[in-house]
């Protein structure tokens, strides 16, 4: 199955369930690891003093490529891409709210920068390519294709502390606006 629209989640896709994979992660200390970002720096999420939304998510389709084999039957792997679009429209409102966004997955920053660009994100994007925060955090992930990617989760920052964890998140081209519910709050 190609990619050909990214943009728009099925109306059959399956809902991914809490399976317990991040529950251990509020109130966790992030370690100190440097990640490459969309805008040719190095983010540490520890160092960080506001608070911030790191949306996390298995990987960006391109239009016209191949998706893994089954990537739709695959509970909460579809919808990066509306996700992203979402955070991108939501995104003045998330400043208003208080909150710093960067979106992370296990790709390369390459495939990042394509996704950054396609989408015109206003936030910079993460990669953890070489699983180091994943390992670190016991991050909830899953196997395609002999690839290991995050499964879709969102964590609340603030001064070096995961304080709320969202998880699973369904529907992700929602995601953004139960985010600001909760920074409201």
């Not at 728009?8 to 990640?35: K, N």
């Not at 390459?110 to 996704?115: F, I, K, L």
Request: glycine share 6%; hydrophobic share 35%; with cysteine.
């Amino acid at each position: 199955m190609t990619s050909d629209n990214v943009y728009q989640l099925p109306d059959d896709l399956p809902a991914p369930l809490d399976d317990g994979a991040a529950r251990h992660l509020p109130g966790t200390a992030l370690p100190d690891l440097d990640l490459s970002s969309t805008n040719r720096s190095v983010v540490s999420l520890a160092q960080l003093k506001v608070r911030t939304v790191v949306y996390c998510y298995p990987m960006t389709g391109r239009p016209g490529e191949e998706l893994p084999a089954g990537w739709d039957g695959i509970p909460g792997a579809r919808g990066c891409t509306p996700q992203a679009c979402a955070f991108r429209d939501h995104y003045n409102e998330l400043q208003k709210a208080g909150a710093n966004v960067y979106g992370l997955s296990t790709q390369s920053i390459e495939d990042q920068h394509e996704a950054l660009e396609r989408l015109h994100l206003p936030f910079s994007l993460l990669s953890d390519a070489n699983h180091r925060l994943c390992t670190a955090l016991r991050l909830p992930t899953f196997q395609v294709e002999g690839i290991t990617l995050l499964k879709r989760l969102t964590m609340i920052v603030e001064c070096g502390k995961i304080n709320h964890v969202f998880y699973p998140v369904f529907p992700p081209d929602r995601h953004a606006d139960e985010v600001l519910d909760w920074l409201a709050q």
